[in-house]
């Protein structure tokens, strides 16, 4: 269960899609497993994996390469 503050008010949201860019950093990690913590589903789009984690869909490429997207 999440609860966020919206013009003042709290709202509640049972589970959100994320997608963390540079999830395989130090920061990103962090950031991906406080979003499993919670209950959310997470997809990590980075130039590598430096970590597995069966509840998380990994996408491979280079944000500034054209042709990723």
């Known amino acids: 269960m999440s609860y966020y ?3 003042g ?5 049972s589970t ?3 997608l963390v860019i540079g999830g395989g950093g ?4 962090h950031i991906v ?10 997809c990590v789009f980075d130039l590598r994996t430096t970590f597995q ?3 998380v869909t990994y996408y491979s490429g280079d944000l500034c390469s054209k ?3």
């Open 5 to 7: 503050l919206v013009d």
């Open 33 to 42: 497993e406080e979003l499993l913590a919670r209950g959310h589903s997470v």
């Open 16 to 18: 959100m899609k994320c």
């Open 26 to 29: 130090f920061l990103g990690q």
């Open 9 to 13: 008010r709290d709202v509640y949201c």
């Open 67 to 69: 042709q990723v997207f």
């Open 53 to 55: 984690d069966d509840r």
